[in-house]
């Protein structure tokens, strides 16, 4: 059980186009859900926190019109980068929490390489 | 520093070998979560400590919690190849009530056959 997917895993994109990122929590509902930024043998930075039904919560630096997320569901979160620079080229990884539950379930990530 | 700080950076050990990776922290917590992520791969949650626990065991995995020193220490016992991978400590900071986590730098384990 508590299993999360991303989509797509890998993805390459032209500078100045959007791209957009799928979580979905398979089988069970996320009440929230994060999402991180890793870059290559970095930790984890939190981007954001989204909650289903809500606006997301930014963390400081991060530009909300450039990181779109919408929590549309308790089963799916998307992170949308528009107009995508070569310095957005990073792992993307969301996460998942049950009510109640401390744990948070991670998806395999998204590599994303902007040219 | 960074809260979550994880030391050593880097260990390589022969199988059969036990690893320690330790982890500091700042600010007062509600728990303290060590995660494993083989690379380019997302992370795998491997076992939680409150803070008004000391010990815990998991399998091969022993964590202990020190909140005096703000501390914390992943033991692995008994190492395998397949335990190749970073670890990283995060936590859950007290009062916060949002339950995110900050992760600290991560301990990469090469073990060796």
């Known amino acids: 059980g508590a299993v999360v997917s991303q989509h797509p895993s890998r993805v390459i994109c032209k500078s100045g186009t959007s791209v957009k990122i799928e979580c979905r929590s398979l089988d069970f509902q996320a009440t929230t859900m994060f999402w991180y930024r890793q870059f290559p043998k970095k930790s984890l930075m939190l981007m954001a926190t989204s909650n289903e039904g809500s606006k997301a919560t930014y963390e400081q630096g991060v530009e909300k019109d450039k990181f779109l997320i919408n929590h549309a569901s308790l089963t799916l979160s998307t992170l949308t980068v528009t107009s995508a620079h070569p310095e957005d080229s990073s792992f993307y990884i969301c996460?998942?929490?049950?009510?109640?539950?401390?744990?948070?379930?991670f998806g395999p990530g998204t590599r994303l390489l902007v040219l | 520093s960074q809260q979550g700080e994880e030391d050593p950076q880097a260990l390589s050990i022969q199988e059969g070998e036990n690893a320690t990776m330790n982890c500091s922290y700042k600010?007062?917590?509600?728990?303290l979560q060590w995660y494993r992520q083989n690379s380019g791969r997302g992370l795998v949650h491997l076992i939680l400590i409150r803070s008004n626990e000391r010990e815990k065991h998991s399998g091969r995995l022993r964590v202990t919690l020190d909140t005096s020193k703000k501390s914390s220490s992943l033991l692995i016992t008994a190492s395998r190849a397949a335990d190749t991978a970073s670890y990283f400590c995060a936590t859950d900071a007290a009062g916060a009530g949002s339950y995110q986590l900050t992760f600290g730098k991560g301990t990469k384990l090469s073990v060796i056959p």
């Open positions: 996460s998942a929490r049950v009510l109640y539950q401390e744990t948070q379930y």
């Open positions: 600010t007062s917590i509600n728990n």
